[in-house]
């Protein structure tokens, strides 16, 4: 790491303790320098250094080790009382990336975490029955998410299912009535009018046996894309004799259908319905539809059903496999005796028809009296969304029961955390009682070699607090260094203050 030293220009000799450039490293692995010109920070309790005596302890002091720069060779030269930086020059140390909140923590469990220790295992005997739960548990989450993904799928496509729509065709007949003479008071009379009919249009669907009184009712008109009645055109001419509803992007969905004409005589009618099918069906050509067997579907199904055609002939063209072989049979339809699997559905649309709508023919019958009421009713086949489909979308967007089986899962991890906990504790206390003296011996040693990890201490503290250490060859030579570097050090300082610069 690279440093500098302050001043206004270039100095003649070590005028400081050199300043710190950046920040230092956030990996803790690294020794920081541990120097006196670094700042401590707030609510730090430095640790004893080896040149101060703990109190109530027998360690002997040693003197301040020498720290050498990583840009000579030499020792570095720090005059005594060098100026220490300001408490707030550095700014507050950026927080570590390894730092997770608590909340982040607990979304990392894994079921790992919930299984129990062998030794856990082998002093409860019946821990199995959780294992056999928990082995059982992961059986049951791989099947339901299974499921959820088969449901997810299933909801992509339409489902759909038929149902039988009543329709009631209804009339009624209003005869003619004469005007009325003056009134009693001497007023207005009754008006009179002529004969006239109502036809009225309605249906519902005929429901289960189950009533659900939550569940929206359709409206009739929700079933059409239009609807077209057709009165007898000798009665009522070219221009009144149809009555049409078409369905438009602001339309008002309706209970029926309702039509009044002026007429005392019965009246041959026509109702055109056209169902409003979703997603899209489609009437097949007629040479089309014999050989497939469908008459009106939707798109994909067609192609299916085609594309089960081409299989059940073999008519895969061997060697290109994207091309078909048309049979005399699809020649006739398409014209071409070899077409590409990918030209089919381009090829198909002119073979697809709209589909024919449901005709009714009805009469409107004005016997039987004054606004007497007749009815016909006829049943039809339509096709509304499956109530399962609402079903599965509960199912996939419900979180109650997710949110239950989180919190069970955190008091699951809680269990197994603290039966670990206890587990060393006995172990602890276990060893403890076995063989005391070895044990406190053991946990001394383990001691030391944690305090010496966390405060970065140098040497072997247990070793150097007795005499004999000091006796060892290599001390003679460690006492001679030292000497040797205060003397040059002594030297500089004397040569900065007389001003001599060496050559």
């Known amino acids: ?34 120097g006196p010109n670094f700042p401590q920070r707030s609510g730090f309790t430095p640790p004893p250094s080896m040149g101060t005596a703990v109190s109530g302890g027998s360690m002997m002091q040693r003197p301040p080790q020498q720290s050498y720069s990583p840009m000579r060779g030499g020792p570095m030269q720090t005059p005594p009382g060098g100026v220490k930086r300001p408490q707030d020059a550095r ?13 982040t923590s607990k979304k990392k469990k894994k079921l790992a975490d919930k299984i129990l220790p062998q030794k856990v295992r082998d002093l409860v005997p019946e821990s199995q029955a959780y294992m056999d739960l928990l082995a059982f548990e992961r059986k049951l989450d791989a099947t339901i998410m299974r499921k959820r993904l088969d449901i997810q799928e299933a909801l992509k496509r339409p489902m759909k299912q038929k149902r039988k729509l009543r329709i009631f ?17 001497g007023g207005p009379g009754q008006e009179g009018s002529v004969a006239s009919w109502e036809l009225r249009v309605e249906g519902r669907l005929l429901e289960d046996s189950k009533n659900d009184p939550n569940k929206v009712k359709r409206k009739f008109s929700s079933f059409f894309k239009s609807l077209v009645i057709e009165l007898d055109k000798e009665l009522y001419g070219p221009d009144n004799h149809l009555v049409e509803w078409h369905r438009t992007l602001t339309t008002q969905e309706t209970d029926g259908f309702q039509v009044k004409r002026p007429g005392d005589k019965n009246v041959r009618c ?9 997603p899209l069906q489609f009437k097949l050509d007629p040479r089309l539809a014999r050989l497939l067997g469908v008459h009106t579907q939707t798109r994909p199904v067609i192609i299916s059903a085609l594309w089960q055609y081409i299989k059940t002939h073999r008519l895969q063209d061997a060697h290109e496999r994207e091309f078909i072989v048309c049979d005399k049979y699809l020649e006739q339809i398409f014209g071409y005796p070899r077409m590409k699997f990918a030209e089919i559905p381009q090829r198909l649309n002119p073979l697809l028809h709209p589909p024919d709508p449901i005709v009714i023919n009805h009469v409107i019958s004005v016997e039987g009296g004054a606004e007497s009421k007749q ?18 979308n509960n199912f996939l967007l ?16 809680e269990t197994v955390d603290t039966i670990n906990q206890l587990k060393t504790n006995r172990e602890f206390f276990l060893s403890f009682a076995k063989d005391p003296q070895q044990f406190i011996h053991k946990w001394i040693i383990s001691q030391t070699r944690d305090l010496k990890t966390m405060t970065d201490v140098v040497g072997n503290p247990e070793e150097e607090r007795r005499a004999d250490f000091f006796y060892q060859p290599w001390a003679q030579e460690a006492v001679c260094r030292y000497f040797y570097t205060k003397v040059q ?4 300082e004397l040569e900065q203050a007389l001003g001599i610069r060496n050559a």
């Open 1 to 34: 790491m690279a440093q500098r030293f302050p001043g206004p220009g270039p100095t003649q000799g070590p005028a400081g303790p050199p300043q710190q450039r950046y920040p230092p490293p956030q990996n803790p692995s690294l020794r920081q320098y541990s």
């Open 91 to 103: 700014g507050p140390m950026p927080p570590s990336k390894n730092d997770f909140s608590h909340s």
């Open 169 to 185: 065709i209804s009339n009624t007949f209003y005869p003619s009535k004469e005007p009325g003479a003056e009134g009693p008071d």
């Open 270 to 278: 026509t109702i055109l319905l056209l169902l409003d099918y979703q």
């Open 375 to 392: 009815t016909a009713c006829y049943d039809i086949d339509v096709e509304v969304d499956d109530t399962l489909k609402t079903q599965m």
């Open 398 to 413: 419900s979180t109650a029961s997710q949110q239950e089986i989180q919190g069970l899962d955190s008091k699951i991890h």
């Open 489 to 492: 050090q002594k030297r500089a």
